[in-house]
């Protein structure tokens, strides 16, 4: 399994994924230059192989691309692995193609894609060519929504076979819980709480989190935010907020935090994206039933429910998207309602079983073999 280890939805999934097919019995090898942030422990199948890169003056930045390839390369024949699950295009399933030129055909590659791997540095002239080959090269490639498998295809029309895998929620962990403790801890008592996580980059369109915050505060000035998570345009949100005069109203938590003690305290997840494959921070939230306001983007509308759970608005909308979170505040048969929906929808639709067998599917269909039944 190679993913990044930074917080964001790919480490996430790949993690929770390994997780769970360590379970099942199977090894699972985790490859990067950091052990992901939601593998909390190894166990008895769980193995993680940190990528050492060294730094040569010859070179202008740390090869680690080619030190990754190397170590997938290197890991295959020592581990003698079946398969490579690489998630993200840039630079893994680049890495994992190299590795399998070392190591041979019989090693298998399966790539998921995760979103601006394709929406972003996909159309970069830069990339694009290199990512449309080792796409292409790829055993089997996965996406994470409809939405991204449309695009993944405008990149090359020879891109068509591609298995649409939902993400998951591993309901075990993410429920409605009591969150008294940690309302405690911060000093929000019982205030309505809007929650934000992501890992602050530009796409996420944080600044809108702020305006749309200032927006719901000016109709309801009790209403805390949290802010969950690191990033780029962290500096611009504390700026905006001092800005705006609402510092003491709002909560810093690190990425560190843990998700699903912290949803829980969420009356509205707030996810204003100009760009998002999936959302998997919603169907989290979901799990615990918190609706969703956001934006019509990516695959966000084939996860949250416009008017059963939570509410949608075109990207940028900021004002729309705080009425309907005042509506939801203000409004308490409706929260209830979106409440339970929620819970019903990541239950059902995009529960771990489901997806974690999906991917087993694919697993023995490129390793050629019979997946065996279930015990």
Not at 27 to 44: C, N, Y
Not at 246 to 264: D, G, N, W
Request: aromatic fraction near 6%; include cysteine.
């Amino acid at each position: 399994m190679v993913c990044f280890s930074s917080m964001g939805g790919s480490g996430v999934i790949a993690t929770e994924l390994g997780k769970l097919l360590a379970d099942k019995g199977y090894q699972v090898h985790f490859i990067g230059h950091g052990v992901p942030f939601r593998l909390d422990k190894l166990s008895e199948n769980i193995f993680y192989h940190e990528v050492e890169v060294t730094d040569y003056p010859v070179f202008k930045g740390s090869p680690y691309d080619l030190a990754l390839a190397n170590k997938i390369a290197e890991v295959a024949k020592m581990e003698q692995l079946d398969l490579i699950h690489v998630h993200y295009a840039m630079p893994h399933a680049v890495c994992a193609f190299l590795a399998k030129q070392i190591v041979g055909d019989h090693l298998k590659i399966v790539t998921t894609l995760h979103g601006t791997d394709i929406t972003i540095l996909g159309v970069d002239p830069t990339f694009k060519d290199l990512i449309c080959l080792a796409i292409k090269k790829s055993d089997a490639v996965t996406a994470v929504s409809k939405d991204l498998v449309k695009e993944a295809q405008k990149l090359d029309n020879n891109m068509c076979n591609i298995d649409l895998t939902y993400n998951f929620v591993d309901e075990r962990l993410f429920h409605p819980r009591n969150n008294d403790r940690l309302r405690a801890e911060l000093g929000i008592g019982k205030d309505q709480v809007l929650l934000h996580a992501s890992n602050f980059r530009p796409v996420k369109r944080a600044i809108d989190v702020i305006n749309i915050f200032a927006l719901v505060n000016q109709k309801i000035p009790s209403t805390r935010l949290l802010l969950v998570g690191e990033g780029p345009d962290m500096r611009d949100c504390q700026k905006r907020l001092h800005e705006l005069k609402s510092e003491k109203q709002v909560h810093f938590l690190s990425k560190e935090a843990s998700m699903p003690h912290t949803f829980p305290l969420a009356d509205v997840l707030l996810l204003p994206s100009e760009k998002e494959s999936f959302g998997l921070v919603a169907l989290e939230a979901m799990a615990c039933g918190v609706p969703t306001v956001g934006s019509i983007a990516g695959g966000i509308p084939e996860l949250v429910i416009h008017g059963e759970t939570g509410f949608l608005a075109p990207i940028g909308d900021t004002k729309t998207m705080a009425e309907y979170t005042i509506q939801l505040l203000t409004d308490k048969v409706l929260m209830q309602q979106m409440s339970r929906q929620c819970l019903i929808r990541a239950r059902t639709e995009f529960n771990r079983e489901t997806m974690v067998n999906r991917y087993e599917q694919i697993y023995y269909r490129v390793l050629n073999r019979k997946m065996p039944e279930p015990s």
